[in-house]
């Protein structure tokens, strides 16, 4: 059976590991990132973490999921906060160099809905959408076994995608994103403005819905903002079935049934077949960055 | 050099083209659709235009562009008002069986898109958006020379997309949806309302909004709410280019400019270079079924 080389780079950890080609680990790895270190001692890293899993040597190729837009054609990281000292960098290039093996890089919800379309809720189709709503709101596009990045590497960044222009802009996104109001931190604001007390996380605050009507009001406006935002990626590239990651889904129960209806109502009824469903894979940020090699290779 | 038979179904008139690979109509036949006399006549004589085209004995495929969501797998139209008997029919099947010949369907807007794709502004590019804004709004996503229909054949209908969910629904489509807002009728009905007088296109509105400041204000909507949706659309797919076609076109040079620095303002900096552009096919309709074939054998 054939195996890649994943590597899951993260502003605080990086992760390695070799994963047969169904997806399962065989190995992995890990270590603290230490950007503050610079780029040398990241890719430093990167590669000694790499040349100690086992049998490393024997990988047909090499993925690397990394946070924020990537440019997958030359391998860089575009923009990023965390590891500012990266960006620009051939990090692609190097890692193919120094172990001769085809390389492979795109942003980490890519790689992570590619592993869910081809291993796990979406396996067998060939038109998924992948979301993933945490701190952060952020999707991709997998085609016929392989995720769209998109000419600049933005497809997917859904997060700045307006839902409603008549809202404030929030942390210099545009008007309305989507990810200042159907994150987990915008969960949390709008619930501790509603409700004026402390929320420590957007669980609590489907809680609290349970039975204060303030938060209830948070969480329905959440559900419709949800619902226009997935009948928007709808309409532009129609998926079988919308899959979705992300802290959020930890309450899942408490919302993603509400808003299938109401997306579903916003669609065509041609349309209306279109499922939400919770992504199941355990790490898929390590097995998507084997599976972008695989679908590649 | 290799022919493709192209058919253009629409509700007034059928046309049908031999077309050389390069995207020249070599010969071209039309008649009147008739669709009230039902399906077989309409069938039948879709047959016969094409039959009765120079040289369509020696063609190497058929591709024939729909009006409104279509089935691309099993050849059918899904909905339709001036086609109403000819939904669910097996049209690909027929026509494939009747000339022994591959036979492609798609909707008609997705034709003319891969038209401009591959042999208008967009050769060359992988990542192309195209965008109808004239009676109705629609677009296509076209990548590597292959035409995105979706699972549903919905991809591209982003007609029905809100860009303002605050707003009233209209003729039954969502609140705030692009068709309602952007299209032609939409400028003539907003205009009118503002100026309290008739207007006859939606040209007549671009031409008063050089004068009177109540036409001016519902352009400049019209260029705030085309900017949202374009971004909308980038950030879903992130496309190297978008070409717009349609009637609203013929005033380009009254908006184009300006929705274009605005689509930008509203995107990331690493997006900011994506394009708008005039289509420039001169049938893309038929270019386009032509090129439906060729970019599927």
Known sequence: MRTFIAVDLGGTNIRAALVDEKGKILDIKKDATQADKGKEHVMKKMEDLIASLKDYEKADGIGLGI????????????????????VGYP??????????????????VKVAGLAEALLGQGQGKNNIYYLTISTGVAGAMILDGKVLSGYHGHGGEIGNMSIDPNRL?????????????????ALVREAEKACKRQFKHAGEVFEAAKDDERAKAVVERFKDDLAVLLAGVCFVCDPEMILIQGGVMKSSADFLKDVEERMRALLFPGMRETSLASATIEEPGLVGAAMLAKSLL
């Open 67 to 86: 946070p924020g837009p990537t440019d997958t054609i030359n391998g860089k990281i575009i923009i990023s906060n965390n590891l500012p000292d990266l």
């Open 91 to 108: 990090i692609a290039d190097r890692i193919r160099e120094h172990f001769h093996k085809p390389t492979f890089m795109a942003n980490d």
């Open 169 to 185: 802009s929030i942390g210099g996104l545009n008007r309305g994103a989507a990810e200042s109001w159907v994150s987990g931190p």
